[in-house]
């Protein structure tokens, strides 16, 4: 069975190239498996939630298993390809595998909710009345994690040195979540490392198929 991920086939223009399919799209380019896409109007249909429980996407599946949750999703991807001898995103190394997990639940835990609460405050609930008020309060916080981040990876190329796995892959994609905000010029061995990542080609590649999605008429079942 080809891998199948499920995801919008139409979202509003502002929230092109933020879905977060399009972290296993990633994934499976980096590693060379293809894949094939299915097209929903509403994650929070009794159908999508039995795959999904919180109605969110992407879900996903394949012939072991039917999951949720993008940082998941990603991180079997790695696996399996590492099992079929593509060990392009997870190190063999026991101690080095759960370094790279570890920052792959640090982009998910540690750093995603402060991007988020961005965009949530000045994008999906801009037009409270305490928004504005409350903005400055959300930078400071985000920027006081970012210091860290930036910190923490200090001159290296890639979060545990000079090979990209799936933390980098997860913290890139949760760091894409401010493109367009100027939030990371603020950040520059940040934005570098981030750039360094969407020049990838695997990501290209990715982030070309996810918008291509929004460019044609809508269609239930889709295909890579």
């Not at 891998?3 to 380019?29: H, K, Q, S």
């Not at 939630?49 to 039917?66: A, T």
């Not at 985000?142 to 981040?149: Q, S």
């Not at 981030?194 to 918008?211: I, N, Q, T």
Request: aromatic share 8%; charged share 25%.
């Amino acid at each position: 069975m080809i891998p199948v991920i499920t995801t919008f086939g139409w979202v509003p223009p502002f929230a092109r190239g933020f879905v977060r399919d399009l972290r296993p799209r990633w994934a499976f380019e980096e590693v060379g498996q293809p894949y094939e896409v299915a097209l929903i109007t509403d994650a929070k249909t009794p159908e999508h939630r039995r795959h999904q429980p919180f109605g969110q996407v992407p879900s996903y599946r394949d012939d072991i298993v039917d999951i949720f949750e993008s940082g998941a999703i990603v991180l079997h991807i790695a696996e399996r390809a590492a099992v079929a001898g593509a060990g392009r995103l997870i190190p063999a190394d026991g101690a080095a595998r759960i370094r790279a997990i570890q920052w792959l639940t640090a982009a998910l835990n540690s750093v995603e909710p402060f991007v988020m609460a961005l965009a949530i405050n000045d994008i999906f609930e801009a037009d409270r009345e305490w928004s504005a008020a409350r903005h400055a309060k959300v930078v400071e916080d985000l920027d006081g994690r970012l210091a860290d981040l930036q910190t923490a990876l200090g001159e290296r190329t890639w979060l545990e040195g000079e090979d990209f796995d799936v933390g980098d892959l997860m913290m890139v994609s949760v760091l894409g979540g401010l493109r367009g905000t100027g939030v990371l010029d603020r950040f520059p061995a940040l934005a570098t490392y981030v750039a360094r990542g969407e020049e990838r080609p695997a990501h290209r590649k990715a982030m070309a198929d996810h918008l291509a999605t929004f460019e044609k008429p809508f269609r239930t079942e889709g295909s890579r």
